[in-house]
Each structure stands twice: as structure tokens, then as C-alpha cells.
């Protein structure tokens, strides 16, 4: 059965960690995990709080293009013996700076990292825009592709 947006957003409520890949500088390609705070309504954007100073930022300033992988809980096919769901975004990143936008998506727990709210020097909100969606779902898999503006 072939999954829409919806299908996936509501599957990744359960899923707080993901894997940001981008290129270093040297070509190489650098992973981090990163949290959504399970407190998203995924529309092909995912959004994550980050310091202006890591590889990562210089990363994404450098190369816009990133990957994003989830895994999700195997559930009753598990027991079974049928992986869950993993789902793979393909998209382009930028770095967000602006006060309404860091405050629109603040979580009060990201306070353990950021001291000072949306006030700590430094930070910066990343923005992932998904150009494809790739899914696997026990023996289903798929891709949702979105339009250049509908994650924008």
C-alpha cells in the first residue's frame, strides 16, 4: 500500500530521533543525531536547534543538500519478525537565525542545551525542506516526492 505525507507524519509522532548526514568539508560524510522533540506535525519540513559554530552549521552553510534518517518502533510485526518503519528524507537545509521564527518552534526542554532560550548567542534554527521521502514499512516500501515549494 502506497503512503501519502499524512501516513508518514502520523508515523513519526513516535519517533523523537533522527540521523543528519551532510558533506564536511573534505568530502566526507558526517553524521549527528539530532531530536525533533516528538512535538511536530510533519508537513516535509523538519526542524532542529543547533549553534551557529558546529560542523555541522558550517556544513549546511557550505552544502545545503541533506539527508535525514528515522526509525521507527517495530510494533506487532516485530514479534514476528518484520522490521519496522524506517523512513529516509532527502532535502535542502538552511540555517534560520530570525527571533520569531526560533521562538515559533521553541520547546521549553531545549533549555538543557540553550541556557538562555532563543536568546543564546549562537543559536540558530536548522530547516530541512524534503525533496523525497523514501519509506520502509515491514515488507512495504515507497517515495513521496513534494514540490519544491510545498516544504518550503
Known amino acids: 500500500m ?3 505525507l499524512g501516513d508518514i507524519s502520523k508515523a513519526m509522532k513516535d519517533i523523537d530521533f533522527c540521523m543528519l548526514v ?15 522533540n516528538r512535538n ?3 508537513e516535509g519540513t ?4 543547533t549553534f551557529d559554530d558546529t560542523r555541522m552549521a558550517e556544513d549546511i552553510a557550505r552544502d545545503p543538500s541533506v539527508g535525514l534518517t528515522y526509525q521507527g518502533k517495530a ?6 519478525g518484520k522490521p519496522g518503519l524506517f523512513v529516509h528524507v532527502e532535502g535542502e537545509a538552511r ?14 526542554s531545549l533549555e538543557r542545551w540553550f541556557e538562555d532560550g532563543i536568546d543564546t548567542p549562537g543559536i540558530a534554527l536548522i530547516e530541512v525542506a ?11 516500501e515507497g517515495e513521496v516526492r513534494l514540490p519544491a515549494t510545498a516544504a518550503a
Open 130 to 140: 524534503a525533496k523525497r521521502i523514501h519509506y520502509w514499512d515491514g515488507e512495504d
Open 22 to 36: 551532510s558533506r564536511a568539508q573534505d568530502g566526507a560524510i558526517a553524521g549527528r543525531p539530532m531530536s525533533n
Open 40 to 42: 511536530v506535525e510533519y
Open 75 to 80: 510494533g506487532l510485526l516485530g514479534i514476528v
Open 2 to 4: 502506497t503512503k501519502t
Open 95 to 108: 540555517l534560520v537565525h530570525d527571533k520569531a521564527k526560533l521562538a515559533e518552534y521553541w520547546d521549553e
Open 46 to 49: 523538519s526542524r532542529f536547534f
